[in-house]
């Protein structure tokens, strides 16, 4: 190397799209996920762990939509790659984009020593390569429940409570879940006279119903060339405040269809249940229009909207063929899966909650010869719960005193070189300012 | 597609090297984690995050040593792939093999917003593409703490009370840590007259006194052409017990140094105060055969040893020039990390603790029309923090009663088509036998 080369100064910026987080975020973040656990791990759901690494042969099968595109791809180890010409070639792993997929391989390895019916919870990162965006990262958090093996809307009841509940517990108010069937989707879809083979192009349109209203849909139905009698049909329904604000048996009168059949019923159990559990904690609704994005749901699919979220904080549904495909014998199943990066961002506009554990500094010379009370004396404090901070003393006192305050410690104990302890004015003391 | 083509049946192992992490063990993981960041925490250490993924230009300056091998690499997106013929061109990204350069990394980013001294808590999976072995997986938690910005040894002290504390809270006996500096091994190896350049090499041999003994590290250092008589003196030093069991204070004299230098003194503060803080919890011992891998360290190493692990537990020491490479400034550094996975599988050997919750099963009917009941009488218990899990009631009730009460149910609660509660009798009842 060339002598008089210098080590060129490097970028110590996270890489693009992803971030560091700040302390203050990850306690928020840690209490935040700590609370949601609890509500779940009370109702006997237990954590799984998957690696964040699988197989692209999983990962590309199709039941990740979209999200396939923007898999981070691991390049293979030891190969002459030299040769190798496209990307199947170089790279045979992948980092996760979701949580689900994981869990579906997860069950059909381990089934033989799981419970029956096995309720999860996965919480963990998860990575999709988006053009980097405001408040959208690389690498975010997904916290899911999951219960496999329960074909019951039973399974639907829970997921709905325990995830509403932990929102709840969380401080969120003013929450709506939002409930439909995929079914009800095709019976609207067949109603309307669109093509059987194209239903789920229909759904894509209908999805994007909050962001360019019932006309924008209409029009981007028009577009593609579906039927005209058919939009048209879709386009009457969806101004029916009947249909859109109905009960599930009023709009299957409306189909043409009976009330009776197991989706309505179903669809009608769940209200019902949930209606009478939640109490004033939060609210269900039928939204007949409710698509969620991916294609795998095979009946009841839900989410929860929050007065301060402009997109929903929380998202699931029934997939009960996902497994099957795995295994080889289908499995029901159905998830839900808080949105927790959204969650956090609500959270941290409420600015931070007063944790209630007394912070204590311990502040001493660096030369001190009484090392050994000073740590006995936190010892004690520890015992207790507390937080206990050893800072040697700064050249500039006053700031520190002023920085611990900022950083919520309420008691600054000063040893001095005699190894005697005494307070530290703090400013929030009558008489002001931080002096000593 | 050929129409007749049946899709593979698709491999539904995790990828070679990873694993899966069964319910049981994760909940064991989470509460060791759980009491881990307890203790950190009570002491002023707050818990910070950096993505898994990182530029390779930052993961590949040397400081990583041979972890530098083992990186997993990230395909680049969206770019002329074919073109490239080797790996530097296919690939910027990786994910990390350690938390503590990307720490170096966070802290240049991130200085001006972060407390000073930094005590920083870091947990979380870090990846190396190893040979796969039992026990030794590709994917592992890491969980460090690390003081920024503070020379003094009290950040030593700090560090090595309080993963001492937090490895004995866990219920882990008879501790040692052992305890040398980089700069002692240095005047061992100036002592014996190795030569100054070669230094590295004398102590990556010296490294593997535990697995090779004193005679194969001698052989390993004559083959590589250490001068005879350097290794005849360090052979010598190893034979004696007044070196290998001294104080620093005996060794500093036996290498005709003195001891009142201040590595020696700062060696005999830091083994002076735990000695005295420890207790009965632990011991600590000066190693002057102790070497730690990595190429980083500037100051005093140490590492903590159970009775019943063959290898270290946890190990850290001082890096006072690594973070000067990232932000241009040295900022001293010390940093000691628990080997999670080993305290893991301490934890695994001792079988599951009683966690003192008590644990319900309400089992129903499908069909019951008293759900709500059923719900209200859960929301009781989970409120009073109880684990309360709903079950439907299966075909073979005797076989579902038992699994419950292998997974801790102590109490199960059936209900019947009528919505009344009845307690189905355990094995573990006087009487015995699952009846119902």
């Known amino acids: 190397m060339n002598e008089h080369a210098r080590e060129p100064k490097l970028d110590s910026t996270p890489p693009r799209g992803m971030r560091d987080v700040l302390p ?8 935040t996920l700590t609370t949601i656990l609890d509500v779940y791990r009370r109702r006997g759901f ?8 699988e197989n692209l042969t999983l990962l590309t099968r199709g039941e990740g939509g979209d999200n396939e595109k923007l898999i981070f791809k691991i390049l293979k ?28 391989r997860y069950y059909a390895n381990n089934h033989a020593r799981l419970p029956h019916p096995l309720k999860a919870i996965q919480i963990g990162p998860v990575w999709r390569a988006e053009r980097p965006q405001h408040g959208r990262f690389r690498q975010f958090t997904q916290c899911d429940i999951d219960i496999l093996g329960v074909r019951s809307e039973v399974a639907e009841i829970e997921l709905i409570l325990a995830t509403a509940d932990a929102l709840s517990v969380l401080g969120l108010e003013g929450l709506t879940v939002r409930i439909n069937d995929r079914r009800i989707l095709a019976s609207v879809a067949r109603y309307c006279g669109f093509e059987e083979a194209r239903f789920d192009a229909v759904f894509i349109a ?31 329904l969806l101004d029916e405040s009947t249909v859109t604000a109905a009960a599930p048996a009023q709009l299957a009168q409306r189909l043409g269809e009976t009330a009776d059949g197991a989706v309505w019923r179903g669809l009608t159990r769940i209200i019902d249940a949930v209606s009478a559990a939640a109490g004033p904690r939060f609210r ?16 009841p699919i839900f989410e929860i909207r929050h007065q301060d979220a402009s997109s929903s904080i929380a998202g699931g549904g029934r997939y009960d063929r996902m497994i099957g495909k795995l295994l080889g014998r289908d499995v029901p199943a159905t998830g839900f899966s808080i949105g927790f990066e959204r969650v956090i961002a609500i959270l941290l506009e409420r600015g931070r909650p007063d944790v209630g554990v007394p912070k204590t500094a311990l502040v001493f010379e660096e030369e001190t010869s009484h090392l050994g009370s000073i740590l006995a004396t936190a010892r004690d404090l520890w015992d207790d719960g507390h937080i206990v901070l050893l800072e040697l003393k700064g050249k500039r006192f006053g700031k520190q005193v002023r920085d611990l305050e900022s950083r919520g410690f309420s008691r600054i104990v000063v040893f001095d070189a005699e190894g005697r302890p005494r307070e530290a004015e703090l400013s929030s003391d009558a008489g002001g300012g931080s002096t000593v």
């Open 24 to 31: 203050d975020e990850v306690e928020l973040r840690d209490r």
């Open 46 to 53: 237990q954590r799984i762990e998957t690696p964040a690494v």
């Open 77 to 104: 180890r030891g190969e002459r790659l030299s040769a190798a010409r496209d990307t199947d070639e170089l790279a045979d792993l992948g980092l996760r984009f979701d949580l689900t997929v994981p869990l579906a």
């Open 206 to 236: 209908l999805d994007k119903l909050d962001k360019i209203d019932a006309a924008g849909v209409v029009g981007e139905l028009r577009k593609v060339g579906h039927p005209e009698r058919a939009v048209s049909a879709l386009m009457a």
């Open 284 to 299: 269900i609704a039928f939204d007949p229009t409710l698509v969620r994005g991916m294609a795998y749901y095979t009946g």
